[in-house]
């Protein structure tokens, strides 16, 4: 019954496998982000118009200081529920244990939410002196920091993905960029304020996150229940190992996110608000123009433990050559786009205010493109036995950075913080690249 109520509420899953269906599956997501990316350039043009080189910045200093607090404390949830649930797809029983692990990483998600504000709440405090903000900034950055936290939305996000369902999160994804827009439109033509702005972000992902709640019951109701909750402690004992690969992911995705997100505060804290303003604009332009690096790991991530669970170590090392290859290509051709059209994205977008970000832009990208030619590497040592090679790896590069960051902050200011982003992507490549064949020879 379970699995005949799974059929009717989504359309069946697609028999497409290996880069068929990573291409079909990146395809729904680029629908989703690409449409989003697209209305991004529209309100990034307001806010920056708007605000202003420092007023950016400062607008960005609070965006990423809730970025970065959702880093430390948020469970992976959607990869355990990716990683373990790929084995639970068919059969009454098989639907019912994975309920169970729903319940488990919805408990996980509402755990890591409310450590989350608590965190917030101090790092705020503490970071409003060194940022420069007043009370009303701070105020500002404690509660667009809550609405972000309580936006719980990664077990969801797993469950469409492992459902093989990523035309309904291409619809999820699209409401953020939606809200932001009309709000962004709103917002401009009454008060163009920090604050309204943030309040715009935060409805956004509110919005974003009961979308998902919803598409992942519509979908997938049979295992999507209250009643699973009280059975978080069974999951943990039907799915050895699951303790670790909390641990292990959580902590490597955190290494990895704050490597990214502690560029843009410490260049705030040494150098300034204008600079933070420049260093973020570039590098949100660099995630909208080699989006398809997240949209394929994210992709891949799902197709590799489908893979691995339901046809072998044989297939999976196929998928793994045939997808390597695809990246190499992609990311090639992706850096050569942003270099032709950086620049004048940037004067037609923010206007020659913000010209002074082309250089982050170009590095940033490069960094990008690097990681999306190795964006295999990482979810073929998760879907096996590698997922502690990963944590060490994550821990490693995030080390190496942040010494690279701060040597290029001293000897280059703020170019010298992308310069460390190239850097440490290529180091990135090359040792989870080794780890990952290791792991595939060993089956």
């Avoid at 269906?21 to 395809?27: D, K, L, Q, V, Y």
């Avoid at 068919?90 to 409310?114: I, P, S, W």
């Avoid at 490597?252 to 990214?260: D, I, N, P």
């Avoid at 790991?297 to 339901?310: C, G, K, M």
Wanted: net charge positive; aromatic share 10%; charged share 10%.
């Amino acid at each position: 019954m379970a699995e005949e109520a799974t059929i009717e509420t989504g359309k069946p899953r697609s028999e497409k496998t290996g880069i068929k269906r990573i291409i079909a599956n990146t395809g729904w997501l680029l629908g989703g982000k690409g449409f989003g990316g697209v209305l991004s350039l529209f309100y990034l043009a307001i806010l920056t118009r708007t605000l202003g080189v420092e007023g950016f910045g400062q607008f960005a200093l609070i965006t990423a200081t809730a970025q970065a607090i959702a880093l430390i404390v948020t469970f992976q949830t959607w990869q355990v529920v990716i990683r373990f649930g790929a084995r639970y797809l068919k059969g009454a029983e098989n639907r019912q244990k994975f309920g169970r692990l729903v319940g488990l990483c919805t408990l996980l998600d509402l755990a890591g939410a409310l450590a989350g504000c608590l965190l917030a709440f101090f790092a705020v405090q503490w970071l409003a002196p060194l940022f420069g903000w007043d009370q009303e900034l701070a105020q500002s950055a404690l509660f667009f920091a809550l609405a972000m936290l309580l936006s719980i939305k990664s077990t969801p996000t797993g469950i469409l993905r492992v459902e093989n369902r990523f035309d309904l999160a291409a619809y999820a994804e699209a409401i953020i960029p939606i809200v932001r827009l009309t709000g962004t439109l709103i917002v401009w033509f009454l008060q163009p304020t920090i604050l309204n702005f943030l309040i715009v972000w935060a409805v956004s992902e509110m919005i974003h996150a009961i979308g998902y709640w919803l598409l992942a019951a519509w979908q997938s109701r049979d295992i999507l229940s209250f009643r699973n909750l009280p059975k978080a402690k069974q999951a943990v004992s039907e799915n050895q190992g699951i303790g670790e690969f909390l641990v292990v992911t959580n902590l490597g995705s955190t290494f990895a996110g704050l490597s990214r997100n502690i560029s843009l505060l410490i260049i705030g804290y040494f150098v300034g608000p204008s600079a933070a303003g420049l260093y973020r604009l570039a590098s949100q332009l660099s995630v909208a123009m080699t989006k398809i690096s997240t949209l394929l790991s994210r992709a891949i991530f799902a197709e590799v433990n489908l893979i691995r669970a339901q046809q072998g170590s044989e297939a999976m090392t196929i998928l793994f050559r045939q997808a390597s290859r695809m990246l190499f290509i992609t990311g090639g051709t992706v850096i050569l786009i942003v270099v032709v059209i950086g620049k004048p994205a940037l004067f037609y977008m923010s206007g020659p205010e913000f010209l002074p970000a082309y250089p982050f832009l170009i590095l940033l990208a490069a960094a990008a493109s690097i990681d999306l030619a190795g964006a295999i590497y990482e979810p073929t040592l998760l879907s096996g036995s590698g997922a502690r090679t990963a944590l060490i790896l994550q821990a490693c590069i995030a080390a190496f950075f942040l010494i690279l960051l701060f040597s290029g902050l001293h000897f280059f200011g703020a170019i010298g913080a992308a310069g460390a982003m190239v850097v440490a992507a290529i180091v990135r490549l090359l040792l989870f690249g080794s780890a990952a064949r290791r792991n595939l020879a060993k089956g």
